[in-house]
């Protein structure tokens, strides 16, 4: 069969939904398998290169190891193309949660596998090998949020549930089985560190190195503008692609070029001659691999745009407030919203309050308050409570200091009052005769009531009170609202 029409008979046995499939861009990068199906003698891989972090400047030297058990041992290309599946479920499923439900049946439909016993003994295989495998990243895992590479050491799944089809209960009654992400990885996928395949072309490709090359160069192609990437022929081969170290650069140039002309019969790349397709390089012995993008795929097959999970918003306020996306999607699939609102809540108050509790590690108290539903503390008021106090409060306060502007607004205007009239009364003395000023000053005194003229009699009071009646006269005689008219 050729690969067109192997591209054809998957296009056509998926053509009622859609076989977009995901890949996270660090799984991406370097091998996970072994090319073969598996060596029992060997169970470690290591992977290195070295690349230039455009963030500091400076090149980084990145390191994977991958180690399996005695008893599984290390994945092969089998298992590599399951764990694409697993993407690819976990991408139909829209990352709800990091426990992913499958029956073994589709599974296997969509491997392309026939459905004999020793395929499904095959897939429960390869489930347990990847629960097995420790990936060891050294400088080598982009943190996307972060936006650093960091070192991880973790497993690809964290729990695996398998029910066997063969077994008493019938099998409509049996649940489904499941595989659990790690959180490292599952993480990496909320982050949106993954980018779309194209399994109907990547399960085309016949060749276990074809398909690790896919997915490399899909990766690099969809990374910046231009389709046309150079690579060291070692470092690629070895590296990225997983052949031995072993064999000298003829040697890998032809072990390398029936998956290179399978991709490019597949359409994926660009048919280049021999000198074109590995250059030498200025030291002896030393050549280069040139990989172009095939331009007449990109017009008839337009790139399948990225998958990105969608965060809810209780999931965004969970990250905000530092747990991971991984345990944030968890903790909303599992717990009801009402219960992770009056958490959030409990939490807001408690940092207002700058309680020890949510002092050293807000996240982690957050977590284990949803997990164990824990009662609210002493003193707690819930958010509608303290809004319903605060609007009260901020509506004394509005009264206090609307009536603290009133009384400011009377003051000023009764000292304006006071300093025209002291102005208008000083005028006016100023403008008499001393004759004058002594007759008003007669009639002030026979105009006062007989205990203001008493008071004159007293030497301490009299001079105020003989010109409080001095004022008094001058603005019956010439009154201040007149003189303004």
Same mark, same amino acid.
């Given at each position: 069969?050729?690969?067109?029409?192997?591209?054809?008979?998957?296009?056509?046995?998926?053509?009622?939904?859609?076989?977009?499939?995901?890949?996270?861009?660090?799984?991406?990068?370097?091998?996970?398998?072994?090319?073969?199906?598996?060596? =029992?003698?060997?169970?470690?891989?290591?992977?290195?290169?070295?690349?230039?972090?455009?963030?500091?400047?400076?090149?980084?030297?990145?390191?994977?190891?991958?180690?399996?058990?005695?008893?599984?041992?290390?994945?092969?290309?089998?298992?590599?193309?399951?764990?694409?599946?697993?993407?690819?479920?976990?991408?139909?499923?829209?990352?709800?949660?990091?426990?992913?439900?499958?029956? /073994?049946? =589709? $599974?296997?439909?969509?491997?392309?596998?026939?459905?004999?016993?020793?395929?499904?003994?095959?897939?429960?295989?390869?489930?347990?090998?990847?629960?097995?495998?420790?990936?060891?990243?050294?400088?080598?895992?982009?943190?996307?949020?972060?936006?650093?590479?960091?070192?991880?050491? #973790?497993?690809? $799944?964290?729990?695996?549930?398998?029910?066997?089809?063969?077994?008493?209960?019938?099998?409509?009654?049996?649940?489904?089985?499941?595989?659990?992400?790690?959180?490292?990885? #599952?993480?990496?996928?909320?982050?949106?560190?993954?980018?779309?395949?194209?399994?109907?072309?990547? #399960?085309?490709?016949? $060749?276990?190195?074809?398909?690790?090359?896919?997915?490399?160069?899909?990766?690099?192609?969809?990374?910046?503008?231009?389709?046309?990437?150079?690579?060291?022929? /070692?470092?690629?081969?070895?590296?990225?692609?997983?052949?031995?170290?072993?064999?000298?650069?003829?040697?890998?140039?032809?072990?390398?070029?029936?998956?290179?002309?399978?991709?490019?019969?597949?359409?994926?790349?660009?048919?280049?001659?021999?000198?074109?397709? #590995?250059?030498?390089?200025?030291?002896?012995?030393?050549?280069?691999?040139?990989?172009?993008?095939?331009?007449?795929?990109?017009?008839?097959?337009?790139?399948?745009?990225?998958?990105?999970?969608?965060?809810?918003?209780?999931?965004?306020?969970?990250?905000?407030?530092?747990?991971?996306?991984?345990?944030?999607?968890?903790?909303?699939?599992?717990?009801?919203?009402?219960?992770?609102?009056?958490?959030? =809540?409990?939490?807001?108050?408690?940092?207002?309050?700058?309680?020890?509790?949510?002092?050293?590690?807000?996240?982690?108290?957050?977590?284990?308050?949803?997990?164990?539903?824990?009662?609210?503390?002493?003193?707690?008021?819930?958010?509608?409570?303290?809004?319903?106090?605060?609007?009260?409060?901020?509506?004394?306060?509005?009264?206090?200091?609307?009536?603290?502007?009133?009384?400011?607004?009377?003051?000023?205007?009764?000292?304006?009052?006071?300093?025209?009239?002291?102005?208008?009364?000083?005028?006016?003395?100023?403008?008499?005769?001393?004759?004058?000023?002594?007759?008003?000053?007669?009639?002030?005194?026979?105009?006062?009531?007989?205990?203001?003229?008493?008071?004159?009699?007293?030497?301490?009071?009299?001079?105020?009170?003989?010109?409080?009646?001095?004022?008094?006269?001058?603005?019956?005689?010439?009154?201040?609202?007149?003189?303004?008219?």
């Amino acid at each position: 069969m050729t690969n067109s029409t192997a591209k054809e008979r998957f296009a056509a046995r998926h053509a009622t939904a859609a076989f977009s499939g995901l890949d996270e861009l660090n799984i991406a990068e370097f091998p996970l398998a072994v090319l073969g199906e598996r060596f =029992d003698d060997v169970k470690t891989l290591e992977f290195c290169d070295t690349v230039f972090d455009s963030s500091t400047g400076k090149e980084v030297i990145r390191k994977l190891t991958v180690t399996g058990s005695d008893l599984y041992g290390l994945p092969g290309h089998l298992d590599e193309d399951v764990l694409v599946v697993m993407l690819h479920l976990t991408n139909v499923a829209k990352f709800a949660s990091r426990t992913i439900h499958f029956s /073994r049946y =589709d $599974l296997i439909n969509l491997l392309g596998w026939s459905h004999g016993g020793k395929h499904y003994d095959r897939l429960e295989e390869s489930f347990r090998r990847w629960m097995s495998v420790t990936l060891h990243y050294q400088n080598a895992w982009w943190d996307k949020k972060a936006k650093a590479w960091v070192d991880r050491s #973790f497993h690809i $799944l964290n729990d695996l549930a398998i029910y066997d089809r063969k077994g008493r209960v019938p099998r409509a009654e049996l649940p489904l089985s499941s595989f659990t992400w790690g959180e490292v990885v #599952f993480d990496s996928f909320l982050a949106r560190n993954t980018k779309a395949i194209d399994l109907n072309d990547y #399960f085309s490709l016949k $060749l276990a190195p074809a398909k690790r090359m896919y997915r490399f160069l899909d990766k690099r192609f969809g990374a910046r503008k231009g389709n046309v990437w150079r690579f060291d022929l /070692r470092e690629f081969a070895c590296e990225h692609i997983g052949f031995a170290r072993g064999y000298d650069s003829a040697q890998l140039k032809r072990k390398m070029k029936p998956s290179l002309t399978e991709l490019e019969q597949n359409g994926f790349l660009k048919p280049l001659g021999e000198e074109e397709r #590995f250059p030498k390089g200025g030291r002896r012995g030393e050549y280069y691999i040139v990989v172009e993008k095939a331009t007449e795929q990109e017009e008839s097959n337009p790139p399948i745009a990225e998958t990105q999970p969608v965060l809810t918003p209780l999931e965004t306020a969970l990250i905000e407030r530092g747990v991971t996306a991984a345990v944030a999607a968890e903790l909303v699939a599992q717990f009801p919203a009402e219960q992770i609102e009056a958490k959030l =809540d409990i939490l807001a108050w408690l940092i207002e309050a700058k309680d020890k509790r949510a002092g050293k590690s807000p996240a982690g108290y957050l977590v284990k308050s949803i997990r164990d539903d824990y009662t609210a503390p002493a003193g707690y008021m819930p958010k509608a409570e303290r809004e319903k106090t605060q609007r009260a409060s901020t509506e004394r306060l509005r009264r206090q200091q609307e009536q603290e502007r009133d009384k400011r607004s009377r003051e000023k205007l009764e000292a304006d009052a006071r300093r025209a009239e002291r102005q208008h009364v000083d005028r006016h003395l100023a403008e008499l005769a001393p004759t004058e000023r002594a007759a008003l000053e007669t009639r002030a005194i026979a105009n006062a009531p007989s205990a203001e003229r008493e008071r004159l009699e007293n030497g301490f009071l009299a001079d105020v009170m003989r010109r409080i009646l001095i004022d008094r006269q001058v603005l019956r005689e010439y009154p201040l609202a007149t003189e303004a008219k």
